[in-house]
């Protein structure tokens, strides 16, 4: 009887979830509890980290899980390497359901960095203005920095401080190029940090900084262990058909 262990937190994760409960493949989809109100999910939940790879390998054996679908953000390196080790250790098939990183097109301004360190470094030394399109966790290491920030979290605790000079806008995306467009041409922003995620629902930025002729700082993707990898929910399924009886 297949049980599988589904790692979420992202689009592909939540199309998988439905395609897993319409299959009524048993499943259990993990969350690492980072939002006050994740997204429910047609499959059981759990939310939380298993206390690293010994935690996730004791998981994976005492609840006879037998494939791991690790579905987490390309950013999710920590997780996503656990989950290569544990399994390993485990003897349980894992597959990654990871989308393709954006490429660059012609008109892009795009400056390439490996971290959050490197963005900030990359900046001009004169005050500009800066889209910080990064999440809340990674901002710090923009503080002491002379420009205008704008920040734009899809939720914000107020007791939560932000160490940077900034103006912030609390709202969840998906945005269309019109409305980022707006956006960017309201504060006049001249650079934009971003992390290269993917997909479509976090791109039209991308599409309207080309239009403005903004400088994108990308950071690239965190180098990850080998493993087998997917770009589709669809595709995970398929895979799981060649490694479980789901019954389909
Ligand atoms: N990083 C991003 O840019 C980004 C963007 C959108 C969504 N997300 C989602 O937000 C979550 C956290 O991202 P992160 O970058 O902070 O991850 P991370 O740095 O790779 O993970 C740090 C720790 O959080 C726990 N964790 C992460 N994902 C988990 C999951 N799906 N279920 C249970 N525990 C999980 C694990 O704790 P233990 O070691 O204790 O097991 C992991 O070692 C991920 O699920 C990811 O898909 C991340």
């Known amino acids: 009887m297949p049980r599988v262990l589904l790692l979420g937190g992202t689009t592909e994760a939540s199309a998988l979830a439905r395609l897993l409960a319409d299959g009524r493949v048993p499943a259990v989809f993990s969350y690492a509890g980072r939002t006050e109100a994740p997204i429910p999910q047609p499959l059981p939940m759990r939310t939380g980290g298993f206390g690293g790879v010994e935690g996730l390998a004791d998981y994976l054996k005492s609840e006879g899980i037998t494939q791991v679908i690790d579905a987490t953000h390309p950013f999710a390196a920590g997780m996503s390497r656990n989950a290569v080790a544990a399994c390993t250790q485990a003897g349980v098939p894992l597959l990654a359901v990871e989308r393709r990183p954006w490429a660059e097109e012609p008109g892009d301004r795009w400056h390439h960095v490996a971290d959050y360190q490197g963005a900030a470094a990359l900046l001009p030394p004169e005050r500009t203005s800066v889209f910080l399109a990064i999440g809340r966790q990674n901002v ?100 799981l058909g060649h490694h479980a009886d789901l019954g389909l």
């Not at 939720?155 to 019109?178: H, K």
């Not at 309207?208 to 002729?213: G, V």
């Open 140 to 239: 710090a290491a923009f503080a002491g920095l002379p420009h205008r920030f704008l920040l734009r979290f899809a939720e914000f605790d107020a007791r939560q401080s932000v160490p940077l000079n900034a103006e912030l806008i609390v709202e969840r995306g998906p945005f269309d190029f019109d409305q980022e467009l707006a956006l960017l041409r309201a504060h006049d922003v001249r650079w934009m940090v971003t992390k290269n995620a993917g997909g479509s629902a976090a791109r039209a930025k991308i599409d309207a900084a080309r239009r403005l002729q903004v400088e994108v700082v990308m950071i690239d993707r965190p180098t990850l262990p080998p493993r087998e990898t997917v770009e589709t929910a669809a595709q995970a399924m398929e895979w």
